[in-house]
């Protein structure tokens, strides 16, 4: 026989306790964070073990708000809208949304905060010679700039950044990443003779990275802040009707390759 314990300690957590009539989120009475505590302070509670407000708060919302939706064609905000045709409900609809942001969707925010941890660590003098580094690693590609459809500006990004700027000036953020981010922008344009702007993804990791997240976070918080828009989309879709909707109108065909 046992007391129990091996059950009890089979799942450890110290984001919630609870019995009947007691819920305890973090050690908080949930009834003292219910009227008290935004859903964005409660996200951060839950998922980083401590309680966040004033600036840095408001840092953290606006990073969730500004990522919330791309659009029919991202390929998560598609697939939702997509599955939402199929007969399926709509959180299945967005669990498909959600399924869909990898390495190459939903992946630079996380990317970028490494990118920028990297190049803070190594120094603003190293600047070139850590981007060659990561470019040899990883590829060409920098995570957090550039955009194919917002050129030369993506209008989420300046505005992101100046609330960055507003939270350092009250010490509630050190503001070097925000600097790093900068650098290393104005280092594509003489690398490339042209603004390679920052995108939302580098925006939201210039917050993420300046308020301590790990790089694997700032995709998390990402899918968070994507699943409002899966959500908005899914349930678009459903009110329109339509039945089985592919990628493409029906009479678009698809090429024919036997090679």
Not at 57 to 73: C, N, T
Not at 113 to 119: D, E, F, G, W
């Amino acid at each position: 026989m046992t007391d129990g314990k091996d059950v009890a300690d089979w799942w450890r957590t110290a984001i919630i306790d609870m019995e009947p009539g007691r819920i305890h989120l973090r050690g908080h009475p949930v009834q003292d964070l219910i009227g008290h505590t935004s859903f964005a302070q409660i996200i951060w509670l839950l998922v980083m073990g401590e309680k966040i407000d004033g600036p840095r708060a408001a840092l953290f919302e606006a990073a969730l708000v500004a990522a919330v939706d791309h659009g029919p064609q991202a390929p998560s905000i598609a697939a939702a809208r997509m599955a939402a045709t199929c007969g399926v409900g709509l959180q299945s609809a967005m669990a498909t949304g959600l399924n869909m942001l990898g390495d190459v969707h939903g992946g630079a925010g996380e990317q970028a905060v490494a990118l920028y941890q990297r190049a803070l660590e190594s120094g603003p003098d190293n600047l070139a010679q850590t981007l060659n580094t990561w470019r040899m690693e990883h590829g060409s590609y920098l995570p957090g700039f550039g955009h194919r459809f917002h050129k030369p500006v993506d209008p989420r990004a300046p505005r992101l950044l100046a609330l960055v700027d507003d939270a350092a000036s009250q010490g509630a953020v050190g503001g070097q990443i925000a600097m790093i981010a900068r650098a290393i922008e104005r280092h594509l344009v003489q690398e490339r003779g042209k603004p390679v702007p920052m995108n939302i993804d580098g925006a939201t990791a210039v917050i993420y990275a300046e308020l301590g997240c790990p790089p694997p976070l700032a995709r998390g918080f990402f899918g968070l802040s994507r699943s409002v828009g899966l959500l908005a989309h899914a349930w678009e879709q459903t009110e329109q009707g339509g039945r089985n909707k592919g990628p493409t109108p029906p009479a678009y065909r698809w090429t024919y390759d036997p090679d």
